[in-house]
């Protein structure tokens, strides 16, 4: 691989979402830069041994700068890896990361259980967050970080705002809009204890650990054991 090639490869993927160096002085054409919030999460620059899971992995940043710390990365998305970006990421930095073509209320514990969850820029594309969320809670070993689009309400109640097509920056794909305690309540009630809440400008990121109650949700869908089970 080298400069020209990696430019080549690149021009070939028509809409790259992550804005990152594929390759020296080779920047993706990206309309989001990632790296503010990959420093946010504040992982440790060694992570052999640790399983990550990564949703919603897109073209592929997160995964890739992970595995490069040494981490057992998997990657998941709705789409195949030949749609986004992350082909092509894999080629440019000659690196093979496993990648699952899923919706995430398809998960289940035969994927296997991680060490690390990430949710960024997810939850506000989720028609029913709560069962996402818990889904996430019986494969997550220790910490899951959910990163979303928030509003503020002028609350400190729980609220969330539902939006109808496409009526949030005119994409189909957004559904809720949540303020932060809302993103939080659901957070405990699906099975987490929160260790971290940050927020800026119109986005929030929670950090939590996965060894809170998830009663209610159990007893939402059905799955809390009875006298007659």
Known sequence: MDQAEAERLVKLHSHWHHKFEIFPNVIT??????????????????????????????????SAELFARGANVTALDY????????????KVREISIPHIVSSIYDINEDIGKFDVVLLLGVIYHLPDIPSALWKLRKICKETIFIESYVEDFGTEQPMARYYEAATLYGDRTNFWAPNVPCMESMVRDCGFIIKNTHKWNDRAMIEAKANGSDLKMKLAYGTFPTANS
Not at 79 to 90: L, N, V, Y
């Open 79 to 90: 789409r195949p890896k030949t749609t986004s970006g992350f082909a092509i990421m894999e």
């Open 29 to 62: 054409p990206g309309s989001y830069n990632p790296k503010f919030l990959l420093d946010k999460l504040g992982l440790p620059a060694d992570l052999n041994g640790k399983s990550i899971l990564d949703i919603g992995a897109c073209d592929g940043y997160y």
